[in-house]
């Protein structure tokens, strides 16, 4: 009798647990998203390289106005590739020194942001602005260079959405080292990627 009234709470409490999800996730959005991105580092790596985004955002809406004007919340699981390429200024005995010409490696990001979005009779405008944490998942392997097993940092975006569609521009900041370069002095790269996306929202 005690495992039957047992089963029957767990169950009880998995189907109130089901329906506040179910509930939550009502007027929640869901965001697909695919991007290129330009990334540098503040040193010694501080020339452009071409990376890529992957994401799903889950956003819901915290308050709308009237208009349909909405404050929102946001969070995220993203793939991105980012590094830099090596600055032509650096010499070595007066010559350009072309070795370990770039870094680059491939980070699980999680943004977590706080936004508002402008509706317009036939599109909307949207900004939002937060915190983010990543992990290493692979690199290119460049002699002198350790990669930071994590990173955090702080990102924003902007675009416009036109009925399942938008496009968007943001760009993030590291607040902690993204890699160390250890060929003299250690020094500390901190990363800075510009990303252009398009998303998929249902």
Same mark, same amino acid.
């Given at each position: ?7 029957? *709470? ?6 109130? =647990? ?20 330009? *990334? $540098?580092?503040? %040193? ?8 890529? !985004? ?33 600055? =032509? ?6 010559? =350009?020194? +072309? +070795? ?13 942001? !706080? !936004? ?5 009779? %036939? ?19 460049? $002699? ?10 702080? !990102?924003?975006?902007?675009?416009? %959405? ?5 496009? *968007? ?10 890699? %160390? ?9 901190? =990363?800075?990627?510009?990303?252009? $996306? ?5």
């Amino acid at each position: 009798m005690k495992k039957i009234l047992v089963i029957t *709470s767990l169950l009880c409490s998995l189907s109130t =647990n089901a329906q506040g999800v179910k509930s939550f996730m009502s007027d929640a959005q869901i965001n697909v998203s695919f991007g290129l991105s330009l *990334s $540098e580092c503040n %040193k010694r790596y501080k020339e452009i390289v071409l990376g890529y !985004g992957l994401g799903v955002d889950v956003q819901k809406p915290i308050y709308r106005f009237k208009g349909d004007n909405t404050i929102y919340g946001l969070a995220g699981l993203h793939i991105e590739q980012k590094g830099g390429n090596k600055d =032509n200024s650096i010499t070595i005995g007066g010559r =350009n020194d +072309s +070795s370990n010409k770039k870094i680059k490696a491939t980070h699980m990001k999680i943004p977590v942001r !706080g !936004g508002f979005s402008h509706q317009f009779p %036939k599109c909307s405008l949207f900004f939002d602005v937060g915190p983010y944490f990543s992990a290493k998942v692979s690199d290119k392997d460049v $002699e002198y260079v350790e990669y930071a097993a994590t990173e955090l940092g702080i !990102g924003f975006t902007t675009g416009i %959405k036109y009925d399942r569609f938008s496009l *968007s521009l943001g760009a993030d900041g590291s607040l902690t080292y993204f890699a %160390k370069y250890k060929k003299y002095d250690e020094e500390d790269l901190k =990363n800075n990627t510009v990303h252009l $996306e398009l998303r998929w929202c249902f």
